[in-house]
């Protein structure tokens, strides 16, 4: 089985600033897929970053990295040059290859920018 | 762009009722899924399915069906609400070689 650990329930960030969003997972598979998401107060998911398990660059897209640590599991996303528009849920999720489609999903970090 | 389009945004609906949660992807997607939302509970999956008439649980299908007729559109029944589905509800989509998944914009479900 496995697990993702998000164990920030609520992370604040002054606006310009960089943040760390953390997350841990637990999978036995060797081969596997590693995601963010940011969840507004709209509802909607929205992709953020993806990081495959044998990719030997950390991800980086825009303002979001990846930081993967593979022999740690962990998966922590960067943000940096915090905007008002971060504060968010954030999702980290897992899927890995003998899975198939199925993706697990953390418990979420609420994270608030201040201005 | 991709859209996955969930038929309500809200919903209230009686305890007992049969209810159906309506989700579509205009992409051609094989992969879609169903999952709930709750706090402090991240997402949790419901079912999923790889192809059309195909299905599969997933880790909470208690209390739920499925039904997939055809390729974009994939639909979530509560046989029997009962107040413990209140939730929010999110459909997903993803192309079977995809990385990652598109989702609809939720259903927040409210039984009374």
Known sequence: AQKITQTQPGMFVQEKEAVTLDCTYDTSDPSYGLFWYKQPSSGEMIFLIYQGSYDQQNATEGRYSLNFQKA???ANLVISASQLGDSAM?????RPETSGSRLTFGEG???TVNP | D???TQSSRYLVKRTGEKVFLECVQDMDHENMFWYRQDPGLGLRLIYFSYDVKMKEKGDIPEGYSVSREKKERFSLILESASTNQTSMYLCASRTSQGAWAFFGQGTRLTVV
């Open chain 2, 2 to 4: 991709v859209k996955v």
């Open chain 1, 90 to 94: 954030y999702f980290c999720a897992m």
């Open chain 1, 109 to 111: 970090t609420q994270l």
């Open chain 1, 72 to 74: 740690r599991k962990s």
